[in-house]
């Protein structure tokens, strides 16, 4: 099984911009699909973005859309979320997670530690 390991979090202003990056190994990353998910305290774990290496199809949940890019880079092994115009309901522990597609988005069959994302207004 992968393991997964996100970095680049922090605290950041309202409107400001972060890049998170999830190191993967154990496996070959180009043969997996790959995600990102949040999680605010009391609420539930949201999907966020998703990538299929295979066929280098994305999907966006709404809540992100036009603001978060997921990308890879098959020779570091890592997937990265570009997240723009931060908000401060975006505060949570982001996720990294592997799985298939397109069932990662929904079920994934690892997960990262999570990395946490403040946005102070």
């Known amino acids: 099984q992968e393991q997964l390991v996100e970095s680049g979090g922090g605290l950041v202003q309202a409107g400001g911009s972060l890049r998170l990056s999830c190191a993967a190994s154990g496996r070959t990353f180009s043969l997996i699909a790959m995600g990102w998910f949040r999680q605010a305290p009391g609420k539930e774990r949201e999907f966020l973005a998703a990538?299929?290496?295979?066929?280098?199809?994305?999907r966006y949940a709404d809540s992100v859309k036009g603001r978060c890019t997921i990308s890879g880079d098959n020779a570091k092994n890592t997937v990265y979320l570009q997240m723009n115009n931060l908000k401060p309901e975006d505060t949570a522990v982001y996720y990294c997670?592997?799985?298939?597609?397109?069932?990662?988005?929904?079920?994934?069959?690892?997960w990262g530690q999570g990395t946490q994302v403040t946005v102070s207004s």
């Open positions: 997670a592997a799985g298939v597609w397109p069932r990662v988005t929904t079920t994934p069959t690892n």
């Open positions: 990538i299929n290496w295979s066929g280098g199809v994305t």
